[in-house]
Nanobody, 124 residues
Framework: QVQLVESGGGLVQAGGSLRLSCAAN????????MAWFRQAPGKEREFVAAINWSSRGTYYADSVKGRFTISRDNAKNTVYLQMGSLKPEDTAVYYC?????????????????WGQGTQVTVSS
């Protein structure tokens, strides 16, 4: 069992940057693959980025590739999402998720644990 707590969301102007953090409890963080998803009002939750246990594997949605960077610090039990060149369409609640086995998946059912979400609002 792992509990995830996101932070770092807020209001930012288009073109700006934010860094989201997701802190996990427990001593087994390094055994999980991690991901960020987001959900905008009236839309389904969508995949944003993922990283495997060793940080050697990452994957990004086309919509954020080149603008967002996912990373993790296993010593701090934390995964990050550095977001740059933000656009109004990036406005959403951002969730981090953990997948057992250290790998990552591109769809939500692959993840066993979820945080409560943090709101990101990008104004035009």
């Amino acid at each position: 069992q792992v509990q995830l707590v996101e932070s770092g969301g807020g209001l930012v102007q288009a073109g700006g940057s934010l860094r989201l953090s997701c802190a996990a409890n427990g001593r087994t963080f390094s055994t999980y693959g991690m991901a960020w998803f987001r959900q905008a009002p009236g839309k389904e939750r969508e995949f944003v980025a993922a990283i495997n246990w060793s940080s050697r594997g990452t994957y990004y949605a086309d919509s954020v590739k080149g603008r967002f960077t996912i990373s993790r610090d296993n010593a701090k039990n934390t995964v990050y999402l550095q977001m740059g060149s933000l656009k109004p369409e990036d406005t959403a609640v951002y969730y981090c998720a953990a997948a057992k086995g250290g790998t990552y998946y591109l769809t939500a059912p692959g993840y066993s644990f979820w945080g409560q979400g943090t709101q990101v609002t990008v104004s035009s």
